[in-house]
């Protein structure tokens, strides 16, 4: 069994933060799920050109509230507390957190990541190579 605190991950090498966002990685790779679970913070004002080309992604929102802008539709869907989106295509979009204040996450990551990733110039997380077993 497996139990975390989020409290034990702040500002240990699971927490990472960015200019426009802060990832707590609750499950990674060597974990076993076949999953990553993390909790994420995006601030606000701010936004992220994200592209998974090798990962998909689910998103729960649990506190403030933004959108998903798809790349190249401009298709725009409004998240707040309650709502999930899946990138079940591996869609190109912009997150955003609207200015009145942070928005707080729960996203699930398939293939799980490793807990080091960021994103890149073109907003992909690379896909870690494996190792002894994971």
Known sequence: ????????????ERDIVTDTWASRRLLLREDG???????TTIFAGT???????????????VEG??????IPSGEIF????????ALNKNDQHWLRADAGGDMRVVCSFNPPL????VHDADGVYAVAAETGGQ
């Open 78 to 85: 409004r998240i707040e507390p309650g709502t999930m989106y």
């Open 1 to 12: 069994m497996i139990v975390r605190r989020l409290k034990d991950i702040l500002h240990t």
């Open 65 to 70: 509230s933004g959108e998903v802008e798809l």
């Open 47 to 61: 936004q992220t050109h994200i592209w998974y080309k090798n990962h998909f992604e689910a998103v729960y929102c």
């Open 33 to 39: 799920m076949g999953f990553s679970m993390h909790e």
């Open 114 to 117: 490793v807990g080091t990733e």
